[in-house]
């Protein structure tokens, strides 16, 4: 297969914020030709400015039934630019009644509609589409991405956008393989009869998704890529802060042919919309990503029609520095696990224990590193990294910032707000911290690492433990067996080895402990949308 390779200037790592450990890097994900062609294509020609003007200014509304409409309150609100803090576009609000219209269409569309009837092929090839509709317009992606959420456009172009593209294949793939088992059974108090014992995988019904602004795109499609698979319909609900690119799938949805009903869209607030969304009687499955304080929330709400849950909450991430350890490569892996998109990510290495014979080196490393990172609107190419998502964001992790150092951090790079416009802050590598801390147990969610030296593995596995999350953790040796032996002994649903950050369709993504229940991609997110039914037939 053709591969494509991106010679990043150093360091790639904070470019695009997958790091491995030595060499440049590599996107598989690209590979066709017709996606090298559309890249390339992407890389050569100015942005899309016109069409992506177009689209913000227009009016945005709620996709339900397959068409556009206004709320049903005829109330707006507005989504910002957050490199700027002005209003970029203002959208409906959706809220219960349109949730119960939208709900409405997506049952009538999983029990009578066309979409039930067609055949695992055709729905592949629905979803296929899909992705190859947004592969066309990737550069317009890109750009709504950045806008909205404020990250790089460069880094929406290289990695959410195929991200996305890529994880609709995928799950395209999995429409024609949801099988179930035939089971030999032996009824002991049947004796003497013969059974043909099978079981179906058949769809959950109508879902529900709430996503969060930190990967608007990347988390629709990791919600609605398993769902359509599997045959279900379903009501999304876009982050209030980012709904512009749900949007703007959501026409693409349209284009590619999918019956009127089996996505609807209904941008609004969580407590509102997202709020009656979880508690709807006829909501079979409600899958969220977002913070561990509204996943209890929405547990509870679920619990009325006991609707199957599914969620992907915070993190607080160990990321494990050994001695042994390539220098550069560890330095760059270790900046990179924390600053990616910000350290708005559910997974960001945000504690970073180092062997204390190479803690100095490593905490000077990642200090250079963050001070070297070029911080400015998304826009601009020749930035790193652009601002939070809000100006709550900046608030609460600000907030952070002045908690640790009133408990005796020690800022070794930035430590503030950068700027006064816009919601930025500075890479920051705080020390002198403790397990006690808030900083320490607390996830920031921004790009704000606290690094802690070790000595003793037994006592480093009980630390890196230490928390109510499990959801990643980063390993940095040379040794095979220790690394190994560790990952084994982390509680966390994924284990990065000298690299992180590592995401893949086929790779399944989730949390133990508060960190969430059920995994995204990989095939095991087809068991989160589908229900087992045992058939058993005397003979
Ligand atoms: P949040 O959990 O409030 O928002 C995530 C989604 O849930 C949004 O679509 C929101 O509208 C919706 N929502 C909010 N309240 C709801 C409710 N009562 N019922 C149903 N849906 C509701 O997260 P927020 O406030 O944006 O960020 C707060 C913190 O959450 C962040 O600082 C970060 O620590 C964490 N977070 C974690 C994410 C992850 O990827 N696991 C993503 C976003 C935030
Ligand atoms: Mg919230």
Redesign the pocket.
């Not at 709430?210 to 930190?214: C, L, R, S």
């Given at each position: 297969m053709p591969e494509m390779r991106y010679n990043f200037q150093q360091p790639p790592q904070l470019l695009i914020g997958f790091s491995v450990a030595r060499g440049s890097l590599r996107l598989h994900h690209l590979t066709s030709a017709r996606q090298e062609k559309n890249m390339a294509t992407a890389l050569k020609i100015a942005p899309p400015e016109d069409k992506v003007s177009r689209f913000v200014s227009k009016t945005h509304k709620i996709l339900i039934n397959g068409k556009w409409a206004d709320a049903a309150s005829g109330k707006t609100f507005p989504t910002y630019n957050p490199a700027t803090g002005e209003v970029l576009a203002q959208v409906a609000e959706g809220d219960r009644e349109d949730i119960n219209r939208a709900v409405k269409a997506a049952r009538t569309a999983f029990e009578n509609g066309p979409w039930s009837r067609l055949t695992p092929s055709e729905r592949a090839r629905l979803i296929y589409k899909l992705a190859d509709l947004l592969e066309d317009n990737l550069e317009e992606f890109a750009e709504l991405e950045s806008l909205d959420n404020g990250k790089p456009l460069k880094v929406a172009r290289a990695a959410d956008v195929p991200l996305a593209v890529d994880l609709f294949r995928y799950m395209s793939g999995w429409a024609t393989k949801i099988e179930g088992n035939t089971i030999p059974i032996s009824v002991p108090y049947a004796a003497g009869a013969k059974f043909l014992a099978y079981t179906l995988r058949e769809p959950v019904g109508v879902v529900g998704q709430?996503?969060?602004?930190?990967f608007p795109l990347l988390m629709a499609a990791w919600k609605l890529g398993p769902a359509l698979a599997t045959g279900n319909t379903v009501v999304l609900?876009?982050?209030?802060?980012t709904p512009l690119t749900a949007l703007r799938l959501g026409e693409l949805f349209q284009e590619a042919g999918f019956p009127d009903g089996v996505v609807n869209i209904v941008p609004g607030?969580?407590?509102t919309?997202?709020?009656a969304?979880?508690a709807h009687p006829d909501v079979d499955k409600i899958a969220?990503?977002?913070?561990t304080?509204?996943?209890k929330?929405?547990l509870h709400?679920a619990a009325g029609n006991l609707k199957k849950v599914s969620l992907?909450?915070?993190?607080k991430s160990p990321n494990v520095v050994f001695a042994d350890v390539d220098l550069d490569s560890a330095i760059a892996g270790a900046a990179s696990a924390i600053f990616f998109n910000h350290g708005?990510?559910?997974c960001a290495g945000s504690r970073l224990y180092v062997e204390d014979s190479i803690f100095d080196k490593v905490v000077d490393g990642v200090a250079e590193h963050a001070n070297k990172i070029k911080v400015g609107s998304g826009q601009d190419d020749s930035n790193d990294m652009g601002p939070l998502v809000s100006a709550?964001?900046l608030n609460?992790v600000c907030g952070y910032l002045e908690s640790g150092i009133s408990e005796g951090a020690r800022a070794v790079a930035g430590g503030s707000r950068h700027g006064d416009k816009g919601y930025f802050v500075k890479p920051t590598v705080l020390v002198n911290t403790n397990e006690k801390m808030k900083v320490v147990r607390e996830?920031?969610?921004g790009p704000v690492v606290t690094a802690i030296p070790f000595r003793d593995p037994a006592e480093l596995v009980k630390q890196a433990n230490n928390s109510e999350y499990g959801l990643a953790a980063g390993i940095w040796t040379r040794d095979i067996q220790k690394a190994h032996r560790l990952a084994s002994q982390l509680r966390a649903g994924t284990v990065w080895i000298n690299c992180y950050n590592i995401f893949d369709a086929a790779l399944p993504f989730g949390g133990y402990k508060q960190s969430g229940w059920g995994r995204e991609m990989g095939h095991e997110v087809l068991e989160q949308y589908t229900e087992v039914k045992a058939v058993c037939a005397a003979l």
């Open positions: 709430i996503i969060p602004w930190n609900k876009p982050a209030e802060q607030y969580g407590e919309a997202g709020a969304l979880a969220f990503t977002g913070s304080e509204v996943g929330l929405i709400a992907e909450l915070g993190g708005q990510c559910c709550e964001q609460r996830e920031i969610f």
